[in-house]
């Protein structure tokens, strides 16, 4: 009894002190930055109903609903001036994000205990985040609202968004990043300009996909860039840089990480601002330590061509198509890291090798692309041979989940963006060249109108799409809503095809204890096209259950 007291003791005390240690840790010290009192002293001031401007840095809402923000300046000063200019967007950034995370996790208790595990892995964010990026973040956070400081402090909470992809899909390996981009040139496109797309399929729910930005930075150091982002966020998943060099990231399978590293979308950011070729960008991609895996598909006018640059926390590769095309999905391709094993049951076991086959279809070598081609390959949402596999399959190259899908042509510095809903709406079309030409004044369009590539309204306006929105209205109600206002079989009459409705049938059965009605539904889904294998197993668990039970 002395001993089993004595070990519980110790055990408590142990808990106690890693409780004081990651409550300590949980906050991060603020960036001593060069205060300018004039940028903190100024205020935004209206233009129009549209556009806000403090000093040369500016933030409007165009007729498509994208924000295009162009900020300059030092990195804290661009950080002031986003924040001021943008808050309520971070705001309702804030609020959409944490309001998903609270539907995906109700139990405060549950959601208190992973902040402060949050805050263990993330000890180290700090030392891995250069200074420049933490007072460009600080500046920005100094906007944020008092209302989430049930999280952390502002500075805080920021610095943990940035490394939110990062731990999201290495934690739970969760496919809210499942993402495809392709580049072209040379004889593959009908003028032998490079094109480069991608979809950036990250999920946290529809809120925080309506508010998204277009921002131009014209930095103190570096290029002046643009990229696709939110309230906030200085990451970067998409963009191009006034050099023709872009950038766009896909996830790959990761370990669990136990503390942080340099995350991934800053690396992005590092490169976007200071690489002109591709050597420039693998040199950076090197020199720092991530602490999940990750492939940059970049391309660079400079050279002509595209490569994807693949990482993980301890080693480094590069992929070379060797041809005038190369495409990236979810694993690695590599000499060294594609015969890793974790990137090996990522193959086995992940919709990544069906996507990239599908997208390997859809870009035959004898096809010469133009942006409206690439526009169509990324709205596409069949699958191989043009099978129907259901809207919302992960298999899909169009998910109908993407933040946002973009087309870039480096060599012309055009950039297409999509608009609501997904990337069925018009690709709208930005001019790097004449918004960073030095003459270009808030309220100036940004967007040249006779490249926008059209919304896909033949889609938009089908019987099956309207029938996709109301089953994923049936979804909502079956995941976080009353499961008794919950339709199975409406669910599977609008998206006949997707395994999930008839999976999400067999759990509704199963739960009633229906087991025969159970078992013919989860049949049905095995007989469809499942994502992974991990679904695909579940599946047949359940059914199996089922059939147990209702003998």
């Given amino acids: 009894m002395k001993i089993t007291g004595w070990t519980l003791g110790i055990l408590l005390l142990l808990c106690l002190v890693f409780g004081i240690y990651v409550y300590n840790i949980a906050t991060f010290p603020h960036p001593q930055v060069q205060r300018n009192d004039s940028m903190e002293n100024l205020e935004r001031t209206a233009l129009n109903d549209s556009t806000f401007a403090i000093g040369n840095n500016w933030l409007t809402k165009n007729e498509f609903g994208h924000y295009v ?39 405060e208790k549950y959601l208190g205990f992973l902040k402060y595990i949050t805050g263990f892995i993330n000890r180290g964010l700090p030392e891995n985040v250069t200074e420049e990026y933490k007072e460009e973040i600080y500046g920005i956070a100094l906007a944020s609202s008092d209302s989430f400081d049930w999280i952390g402090d502002k500075y805080t909470r920021q610095m943990h968004y940035h490394a939110a992809h990062d731990i999201g899909h290495a934690l739970q390996n969760m496919m ?88 991934v979308s800053l690396v992005a950011r590092e490169i976007l601002q200071y690489a002109a070729t591709i050597d420039e960008a693998v040199a950076i991609a090197r020199k720092r330590t991530m602490f999940v895996s990750e492939s940059f598909l970049v391309s660079a006018a400079a050279d002509g061509k595209a490569v994807v640059i693949e990482k993980t926390p301890s080693e480094l590769d590069i992929y070379d198509a060797h041809k005038d095309r190369i495409l990236c999905a979810n694993h690695f391709q590599g000499p060294i890291l594609g015969n890793e094993s974790l990137n090996l049951e990522q193959k086995a076991t992940s919709a990544s090798v069906y996507r990239y086959s599908r997208l390997e279809q859809l ?49 012309s510095l055009l950039m297409w963006v999509s608009t609501e809903p997904w990337q069925l709406g018009t690709y709208v079309c930005y001019d790097l060249r004449k918004i960073f030409s030095g003459d270009f004044r808030p309220g100036d369009t940004v967007v040249r109108y006779a490249l926008n590539i059209p919304a896909d309204t033949a889609f938009i306006n089908s019987l099956a799409f309207r029938n996709f929105l109301k089953y994923r209205e049936q ?43 159970a078992a013919k539904y ?26 147990r039970k209702g003998t």
């Fill in 176 to 263: 809210l990043v499942g993402c495809t981009s392709f580049g072209v040139w040379g004889k593959s496109t009908a003028n032998g300009e490079m094109i480069v797309g991608r979809n950036f399929d990250f999920w946290v729910g529809d809120e925080f996909a309506e508010h998204k930005i277009i921002s131009f930075v014209k930095p103190e150091h570096g290029y002046p860039f643009a990229f696709i982002t939110w309230g906030a966020f200085t990451g970067v998943s998409s963009g191009m840089n006034a050099k023709g060099l872009t950038v766009t990231i896909n996830a790959a399978k990761s370990s669990i990480p136990f503390n942080a590293a340099t995350p």
């Fill in 522 to 547: 989860y049949k049905e889904a095995l007989d469809r096209e499942v994502a992974t294998e991990g679904e695909q197993k579940n599946i047949q668990k359940r059914l199996n259950k089922a059939l």
């Fill in 475 to 517: 979804k909502e109600i079956f995941v976080y809503g009353n499961r008794a206002a919950f339709d199975p079989v409406s669910s599977i009459r609008y998206n006949p095809y997707f395994y999930d409705a008839y999976r999400m049938a067999g759990d509704y059965f199963l739960e009633r204890k229906e087991y025969d009605k």
């Fill in 69 to 107: 923000m162009y900020t300059e300046g030092s990195a804290y000063e661009r950080g002031l001036a986003n924040g001021k200019l943008s808050r309520e967007l971070i705001s309702r950034q804030e609020e959409a994000f944490t309001h998903q995370i609270k539907k995906m996790i109700p139990s």
């Fill in 363 to 411: 870009m035959p070598d004898t096809v010469a692309l133009t942006v409206t081609d690439a526009a169509g390959i990324l709205r596409d949402t069949r699958g191989i041979n043009n099978t129907e596999i259901g809207l919302g399959n992960e298999k899909a190259l169009n998910q109908l989940i993407a933040h946002h899908s973009v087309i870039f042509k480096p060599e």
